[in-house]
């Protein structure tokens, strides 16, 4: 190809592709770089984009490989710039610096999701400069003022390697866990690492200090700065119960969770208000997910005082299933006992969710460079479960226990250390794309992380159905299911056809074998079938005579049931079809016609697949044909399996968690 007729996009991947050979050479000295000269030109720069307004925030192109490192502080040497060789990962070795220049924020794009990150200048004890790149560690695109000028860092196993625009060097941090900062005033620390010259003398000893400067942080919901100088104020005065109580109350509001139960337990024993602290300590429980530690705290609360009701909220349960290993699909659910159809099976509380109010214009670009699911709700997922994480050491193992694609499963992972890869490859594999119940299922804006729902393995043909309210997930059984057997949830939508269920599910590098697609697969009418409807519904589509429509669709009508003459069940295609005829007749007000329509597809789907949320409609679309006909036995048998389809046990529930439903019924 011509150069000329390079993008700038193609031109960019050239170069990442060189700059990712030249990270595969042999390691040599790192060229040393002057450090007035950085300074001044990373100034220039930072003014420069200022006065113009330009984003502050990069994308580039990462390479796939990632490091993190496994060791403890203690167990690691010091190193300092001039020692280093690029491209190289110091294993064994830390790295002491302090920040040098303002940072600005960059989006890593890697394979399967991209990273958010900051790039900045360090100086480390000689006096040498270098740029790093930190990613993962904030969950906000813009935000980086969390790094400010003077924070004194440590770089575990410090990755010194070509950036991925110039040639130069820089350092590369994935996986939070691998930088320790460090406060100014902690003497000890500093003696340690040889770096008592960044002690800050001028800031006071005094907790109370500290202790009003973080109630301030905490008023203006800066809780990460508050709790930093909670820390700072317990240092220098421990048996203050006050600011353990305040530190738990931050915690809480971060999202660490195993902290502020402990924060709230010393504040508890040093003498602290009671009350407050078995609230906090209720509260770090439940989002702990040891439900019955949390409800002990909130039941002493109401035993001792009269004055709060306890609050509710879901806990997880778990029916009769177990995680068990399945031939050929790595782990799954199976049945702990016999189960009817309907049972409960699971109620979850979600890991983690990306957050749709997150998303930032700016994220575009990188659904522009989107490949396999890395989308910008994927990132966000990431950097969450990150952050979680990082709050949340104790969280660790049943996350890294997760399916995590090709790398290799049960690996050890240190208590504490994120593994950055192995997140982005969890978040990959197991996070899915929600709606909410009661929602409209083309809304799909939310992924989200759940822990045991991720065993489940998918059938098109399932006997499990999951539902999502808001951050928690329930799974019903869909059929009876014998002990023992495998319980399946569908990954994706029903009405996807053949081809297109095969494209979304190699997305998890499997085939599915269920009845559905065995039967799509061998049978010679299943891609004429397909091609037939999707012409159809184009020119439907296209077309505002309806007369046409219903003509031209009765026609097919005919041919597609010839299709199916060798074949006797699930006849999805053919219920898809007959659904947009319905849709067709309902604007003519042929409602004897919609009727019959409905029949057919009700009757076509009297299997597990009539849990799906389309045909449940379609039981309350019958029910309001019926009621038009004047046929009120058939509008109320068709309510009731409505309901019962939604695992509901009367009608006042049925409206309550279905507000979409319970609208639809009063206008009936
Ligand atoms: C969310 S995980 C499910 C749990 C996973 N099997 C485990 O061992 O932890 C998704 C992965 O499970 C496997 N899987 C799910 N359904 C499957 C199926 N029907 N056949 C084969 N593998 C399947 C695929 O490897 C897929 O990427």
Redesign the pocket.
Known sequence: MNINTLTKAQLEMKKFGEINRLNESEPESRPHRNPDEEILSWQLQTVKYEKNDITKTKTLFLSENSHFCSKSFEELEPINLCDMKVPMIHEGKYLVCQVKGKPYSVIGLATPSPYFGVHTLIEDLNGDIEELAMYNFRHKVDDVNWLPLGTILIIKEPWLRYGSQSKTASLRVDSPSDVIFVDPIDNEVLEKIGATKWHDSKLSKNAEVWQKEANECFKKGKYEMALKLYDRAIRFNPELSVLHSNKSLTCLRIGAFYDAYEAAKIGLEKGGNREKALYRMGQAAYDMREWQNAANHFAAILLESEKHEPQFEVADYVGPIE?A??P?????IIASEDIKEGTLLVVSKAFSTSLCQDFLSLLGTIQSFKKQGATADQLLQVTQIMKNLQLNPQLGKEIY???A?DLE?NVDIPFGVIDAARVQQISA??T?GTTDVGENSESIDKIRLFVLP??????CIANGKREFFHDVMVVHATADIKKGEEI?VP?INLTYDFLERKKK?D????????ALCELDANDENCLKRNEMVKKYVKFANGSYNLYSIIDQGEALLKKIRETYVNRNELKIVLVQFLDTLYAAYYDTGNKLKCAKILEEIISLMDNPLKYTEKIKTKYLDLAHCYLSLRNNRGYKEMLQKAMKLSFCADMEHFKAIYPMIGRQLSVM
Do not use: A, M, V
Request: aromatic share 28%; charged share 10%; glycine share 12%.
């Open positions: 995680i290993n399945i050929g699909k790595g782990r799954g226990d997760l399916y694609g499963q594999c197991n899915f991720s065993y489940f393995n998918h059938s399946f990954y599910l997305f998890w590098k499997f085939t599915c074998t269920c």
